[in-house]
């Protein structure tokens, strides 16, 4: 039986982590090829390329130094040779990207190819949200489940516990993702709810936001307590407004409630907009960004915009407080402090541009 060749797309933080469990698998189990490409996007790193760097390290020395991503792995900057032979294609990029490489490698997606989409985020069209895996599957014509969760980037290794949540519309491509992702040191559940378990992955980075004002203004963990409650009650609301086939399990999955979690004490979006309340107007979020990530890309900020764009279209900016708060205060119409007041800045009349 041929075996399944596996590419990634993507290789910043959580594609880096993750590649821990696909390379260990690849190597491991026979239904996959051993060697599992990985696409960069290239750029200068110490006088050379990152890419080269990465060949020679087995590891991303800018996003992910230090973690040992597997000697079966090859990093690539050419996007449509690492593409092009896979049965399986991983993708990780800040969702802000994925839209150009889809269109990028429109043609060449091998027969029989399905995807998994890694990425945390959304796309605004004019009848409502684009998940990604719906790109994914619109563009490339191929099936795409999701992996969501509980998933810091930086605390994955083995010997440590960690979860996640496969969800495929195809059984089969379930058990095939189980067996690429599940190891000692990542569970993973399978479940068939893609649409509720990709915008929990999505939502909760705005509530992440949130948490971060929370913390940075020191409002104690009633207040945080309050904000992951509204949070978690908005993200399960939202999701079932726009697929009415979105399960409230799903929320109790690593994907919900456990991902909430642990984006809000430990994520990048909770660190930066915590590092927002603290500098009191002193800096923008892109600023913070670059200064704080190294390159890394906050998906929050930019996910608290297009969810606000839904609510507009929608007219459900009253019933969703909690994220129309964040936003007015990531548009400066009010400050961070102003999180503890969520439901009057929501009541309010929001100025119009
Ligand atoms: P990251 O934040 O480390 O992003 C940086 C990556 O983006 C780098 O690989 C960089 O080369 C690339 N990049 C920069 N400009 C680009 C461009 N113009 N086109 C394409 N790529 C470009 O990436 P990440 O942490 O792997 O995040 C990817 C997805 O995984 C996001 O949706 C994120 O929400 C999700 N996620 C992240 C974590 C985490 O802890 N980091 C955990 C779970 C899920
Ligand atoms: P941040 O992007 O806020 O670090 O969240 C990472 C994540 O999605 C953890 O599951």
């Not at 619109?138 to 010997?159: D, F, K, Q, W, Y």
């Not at 949130?210 to 020191?218: K, P, Q």
């Not at 764009?309 to 990531?330: R, Y």
């Amino acid at each position: 039986i041929p075996k399944l060749k596996v590419a990634m797309v993507g290789s910043g933080a959580w594609a880096c982590a993750a590649m821990q469990m696909v390379s260990k698998n690849a190597r491991e189990t026979p239904l996959f090829d051993k060697r599992v490409d990985m696409w960069v996007f290239e750029e200068d790193y110490e006088g050379g390329k990152l890419t080269d760097k990465m060949n020679e390290l087995k590891e991303n020395p800018k996003y992910m130094p230090g973690v040992k991503y597997g000697d079966n792995v090859v990093a690539n900057p050419d996007l449509v040779d690492t593409v092009k032979d896979a049965d399986i294609l991983i993708f990780c990029t800040p969702h802000q990207f994925v839209h150009k490489l889809c269109m990028q490698i429109q043609l060449n997606i091998k027969d029989n190819c399905i995807a998994i989409s890694l990425i945390k985020g959304m796309r605004v069209r004019h009848d409502g949200p684009q998940l990604i895996s719906t790109m994914v599957r619109r563009i490339l014509h191929m099936e795409c489940s999701v992996l969501m969760g509980a998933n810091i980037a930086t605390e994955l290794a083995p010997g440590t516990l960690c979860e996640g949540t496969v969800a495929s519309h195809f059984p089969e491509h379930g058990t095939i993702f189980k067996s690429l992702f599940d190891t000692s040191f990542y569970n993973v559940n399978v479940i068939n709810d893609v649409e509720g378990a990709e915008l929990a992955g999505t939502l909760k980075n705005v509530v992440a936001v949130a948490a971060g004002f929370v913390d940075g203004c020191e409002l104690g963990h009633n207040a945080k307590a309050a904000v992951l409650r509204q949070g978690l009650s908005e993200m399960r609301t939202f999701a079932k407004r726009i697929f009415s086939t979105v399960r409230d399990e799903t929320f109790n999955e690593s994907c919900g409630m456990a991902d909430l979690f642990a984006t809000c004490c430990g994520g990048r979006n909770r660190m930066v907009s915590m590092a927002f309340a603290k500098c009191k107007g002193q800096k923008t979020f892109d600023q913070l960004e670059s200064e704080l990530l190294n390159g890394q890309k906050l998906q929050g900020v930019l996910t608290s915009n297009e969810v606000q764009a839904v609510l507009k279209m929608k007219g459900w900016e009253k019933d969703f407080p909690l994220f129309t708060a964040v936003n007015a205060i990531v548009q400066g119409m009010y400050e961070p402090k102003d999180i503890a007041r969520y439901r009057d800045l929501a009541a309010k009349p929001v100025v119009d541009e």
